[in-house]
Each structure stands twice: as C-alpha cells, then as structure tokens.
C-alpha cells in the first residue's frame, strides 16, 4: 500500500516537473511559420516605405519648380508651365498615395498575422494553466505526513517541497504572461482599427487627387488651345475676359452700396429685423476639398485676374445653402452655359457671391435664412451657369466686406 502511494507521489512529482518544464519554456518565442510570414511582409513594408521616400523627394522638387514659376509674372506662358508642374507633381501624389494604401494594407495583412499568433498563445496559455490547477489539485489530495511517512528521507521531501514551489511560480508567470498577452493583444486590435481608418483616408484623399488631376487637365488643354491663337485673336480674347470679370466686379460692388441704402430704408420692417450678427456657415459642405484658394497663386486663369473667392469642390447639382440670413440683391442667370451667379447681402457690412450656378431657387429682394437653399452648383464646362473659366464641378464662393473680396476661410468654421 505504501510502495503505491510512494509510486503515486513520484508520479505527479514527475509529471508536474515535465509540465513545469514544458511551460516555462513553451513561449520562448512566437509560432516561427507565423513569424516568417509576419518577417516577409515587414520586409515588402520597408521596401514601400523606401519607395514612398523616393517618390517624395520627387513632389518636394515639384513643389519648389512651382513655387518659382508662381513669383515670376503672370503670363499665359508660365500659367501653362505652373500646370505643367502641377499635372506632374500630382500624379505623383497618386503614385505616392496608391503606395501608402499598399504599405497600410500589407500593414494591417502583418497585424492580422499577430493579432492571430496572439490568440494563439492566450489559449495555450490557458490550457497549460488549466493542467497546472488540475494537477495541483491532485497533489493536494496527498498530506505533508503521508509524503514524510513515504519518503525514504528527508531529501526527497524537501525536493518535493521545492517542485512545488516551482510549480506555483511558474503558474504566477504563465498569469502575468497571460495578463501582458492580453494587453499586447488589445494594443494590436486598436492599431489595426487605425490602420484601417488611416486606409480609409487615403483612398478618400487618391479621389481627391484624381479629380484634382482631371481638372488640371482640363485647364491644361484650356490654356494650350490659347497658346494656338494667333497675338491678335490671344488679345482679343484676353481682352473680353477680363472686361467680362471686371464688368461682374463692379456690378457687384455698385450694388452692395445701393442694396444697403435700401435696406436702411427698410429697417422698421420686420422681416428685416432679423438680420443679426454674420457669423457664416459652409454653403456646401467642404469634405471633397477645396480647388482654388483666395488669390491663389496656382489659380490657372491668374494671368487674367487674381482669383477673388474659393473653389470648393462639389458635385454637379449640388445644393447650395445660404451661409446665413440675409437679402437677394442680385440673379445673374440666364439659363445658357454663360457665368451664373447668386449674390446675398448680410449684416455687418458682408456679402456672399456664389458662381457658376446651374440653377437658381430664389428671386431677387427675396429675405432667405441661414441654411436655406438657394440654388445648385455648376460649373462643368459647356454647362448651365458654367461660364468660361472653368475646369470642372465646384461652387466659386466670395465673401465682401463693404464690396471688397475678402479670404473666406477667415470667415468660415475651420475644416
């Protein structure tokens, strides 16, 4: 009886040093099959990574040729040369975005690969865990006395002892292993959420980059069929485009003046006394970007005039929304492919002025509230409302400050 009670404790003493064995040494390090995968694919990451340098250096010398050309005088010649440069420089921003979509997509592939290697060693952890609570409640069937009485000396009782006091410290490090697996885990899941959304952006910026290639195009093909001309029919036509712009200028500006004489006089009105302070809002929503920026230096068309609004991109037939309360003091539409444009007076000394509409909503001395729609945008060449100067769908949107064009964005919720 005794020699199997004997034979029974040497048993899971065994069998708990083999297990004990086992697991200390178990996670030494990840599964190697999953960490060559996890190996190949950081490799191929690095290599984009050096690709995507490269083609940055590239844009960054773009950026200076451009910036060169925008200090130098504004002719045809070199608008057509600062197009040229930005046709180029941007389809290097679509090589350069398409490579940082494939770098994030092999990065979330490798982060895929840890999060499962990761779930791998928590179950193996636990189930190492389970065995390890399993046979320590079978040894703790067997009393202090019976392994004194059993044991041929005190020697093997104290190794008996000093097993299971292994045992109970490797089960506190497969805890803690487990506690940092989990953490690590939890840390991969959250970077793979942001991973995928930083994919999500850049696919949204590569649309962006396309339609701003399209319509550099556009303008490109625009300003080469001027160069065509001959001096004469080139000044002619320089001539009528800007008489046109400047004639716009003015009529707008005489009737800022008289659209606010008016509106003195009609002050004891009520719907006219609701006009509070101008605090603006985006009449269309600005998340596809914005294509030409207050006097912009890259404006294709600077060589007739400075560009006095800014072009936010929008789909054709978009709504436009009044930016805040005010007065419709002037309709220019006539319904063919010349400029269409809407004009709104406000209080504080502000107007609004809102190109290339293709359709119209409201009527002349109409009092229209912050958010109202008021029209559709325009602008795709050939179009409704589009005008001559233009490349592709967008709402052209002035702000003036007592007749004066004045930077929007100083005006506008921040992007």
């Known amino acids: 009886m005794e020699n199997n009670k004997k034979i029974k404790i040497k048993s899971i003493l065994t069998i708990l040093l083999i297990i004990s064995f086992i697991t200390a040494n178990f996670f030494i390090g990840p599964n190697l099959f999953a960490q060559k ?7 191929q990451i690095n290599d984009k990574k050096k690709e995507i340098d490269t083609l940055q250096q590239e844009i960054e010398a773009y950026k200076e040729q451009i910036s060169n ?25 679509i090589k350069a975005t398409e490579a940082r979509i494939e770098e994030a997509n092999l990065q979330i592939q490798s982060l895929n690969l840890q999060i499962k290697q990761k779930e791998g060693e928590i179950k193996n952890e636990k189930d190492k865990l389970a065995e390890y609570i399993r046979l320590i409640y079978q040894n703790d069937q067997i009393s202090y006395s019976e392994v004194i009485l059993i044991n041929d000396s005190f020697s093997d ?35 793979l959420e942001e991973k995928k959304k930083e994919e999500d952006k850049l696919k949204d910026e590569l649309t962006k980059q396309k339609s701003d ?29 800007q ?47 914005i294509t030409a920026y207050f006097h912009d230096p890259g404006y294709p068309f600077r060589y007739i005039f400075e560009h006095p609004a800014i072009d936010i991109r929008a789909g054709q ?52 509230t912050k958010g109202q729609i008021i029209g559709n945008t325009g602008a795709m060449p050939g179009t409704v409302g589009a005008g001559p100067l233009t490349t592709g769908p967008h709402l052209h949107f002035e702000v003036r400050l007592n007749g004066i064009p004045v930077n929007p964005l100083e005006y506008l919720p921040s992007l």
């Open 37 to 43: 995968d996890v190996n190949e694919l950081n490799q």
């Open 69 to 93: 050309k925008e200090k130098e005088s504004k002719t045809l010649k070199n608008q057509l040369a600062i197009i040229e440069n930005q046709v180029a420089k941007i389809e290097l921003d």
């Open 157 to 191: 009782f104290f190794d008996y002892l000093k097993y299971t006091e292994e045992i109970h410290g490797n089960i506190k490090k497969t805890l803690d292993r487990l506690k940092d697996s989990k953490s690590e885990l939890e840390i991969q899941k959250n970077s």
């Open 213 to 241: 290639l399209d319509e550099k195009l556009g303008a490109q093909q625009m300003l080469l069929v001027q160069t065509r001309l001959t001096q004469r029919q080139y000044q002619n036509y320089l001539y009528q485009l």
């Open 243 to 289: 008489l046109e712009q400047q004639q716009t200028n003015s009529e707008i500006i005489k009737l800022e003046k008289n659209v606010r004489q008016q509106l003195e006089e009609k002050a004891k009105e009520e719907k006219f006394k609701n006009l509070g302070p101008a605090t603006l809002a985006w009449p269309v929503n600005p998340y596809k970007g």
């Open 317 to 368: 037939g978009t709504s436009i929304t009044a930016p805040e309360s005010g007065y419709v003091a002037k309709i220019k539409f006539k319904g063919d492919s010349s400029y269409a444009y809407i004009m709104l007076i406000h209080s504080d000394g502000i107007s609004t002025v809102f190109g290339h509409v293709s359709a119209v909503f409201v009527k002349e001395d109409d009092y229209v």
